[in-house]
């Protein structure tokens, strides 16, 4: 999948994932709060909380951290959070949608502007890179789920547009507004997901070579290190001969 390397992966078998865990719960906190006071605080009948707890539960969040950050939801001193969405160019002309919930917007642009300059990118318009990507609905399986046949015959009957099956485990994907009719359907089939969430799906990809694949990575891995920025997407493949060189 694009933006999905090897590279990455490996550097989170390395423990990376682990450093950061702390800093993980808390934007899984926020988006849990969000979501539940933009919404009801039921999951079974608020679509974006129960994506958000899903999420949650897969990094391993416990019960009483989730449920502290629904109820968070319904008390008046939760900060007022802001949707915001950055659009840039990394190392090798790779485009990058940043997400982030914020309650400071200039604190966080300036954040975004900085690691993006600091790493061999450029901080670009609203709409410049997003126009090279699919707004969808993604849903994520490991390979415990079942094999690319049986995951492949699931997501048709569960009425998914597409499915991508490697080594890694699953992703589905769906229109908008049907994400969490197939995420039910599939849940029946296969189990709950790891993921249900909306995604950017690159219409293209980018192979990034040797030289900018570094830079790439640290570009990132600093924008994930903001406690601001929720998700960074992006359209680059990285090969598996690239990644080894770089681990």
């Known amino acids: 999948m694009a933006g999905h390397s090897k590279f990455k992966n490996i550097m989170h078998r390395k423990g990376a994932q682990d450093k950061k865990r702390s800093a993980m719960f808390s934007k899984l906190s926020r988006e849990i709060t969000v979501a539940a006071k933009m919404g009801l605080p039921d999951p079974d009948m608020n679509p974006r909380l129960r994506a958000a707890v899903l999420a949650a539960k897969a990094q391993s969040m416990p019960k009483d951290n989730i449920q502290r950050a629904i109820d968070k939801a319904s008390t008046g ?140 990575m640290k570009l990132i891995d600093t924008l994930e290190d903001d406690d601001d920025v929720q998700t960074v997407w992006g359209n680059y493949e990285i090969s598996d001969e690239v990644a080894e060189s770089l681990a």
């Not at 969808?136 to 015959?153: Q, S, T």
């Open 77 to 216: 001193d939760t900060e007022a959070y802001e949707e915001i969405r950055y659009e840039g160019f990394g190392p090798g002309g790779v485009a990058l949608i940043v997400e982030a919930l914020s309650d400071n917007r200039n604190r966080t642009a300036t954040n975004v502007r900085t690691a993006f300059s600091k790493n061999g990118g450029n901080l670009g318009a609203s709409g410049s890179v997003s126009h090279g990507f699919e707004r969808l609905g993604l849903i994520e399986y490991d390979g415990k789920a079942g094999d690319a046949d049986k995951v492949l015959e699931a997501a048709i009957e569960a009425g998914a547009d597409d499915v991508e099956s490697d080594d890694e485990g699953h992703r589905i994907w769906t229109g908008i507004d049907g994400m969490h009719d197939v995420a039910k359907a599939l849940e029946a089939q296969l189990g709950e997901a790891q993921t249900v969430k909306l995604a950017w799906k690159p219409s293209t990809s980018v192979d990034v070579g040797a030289d900018d694949a570094s830079s790439l």
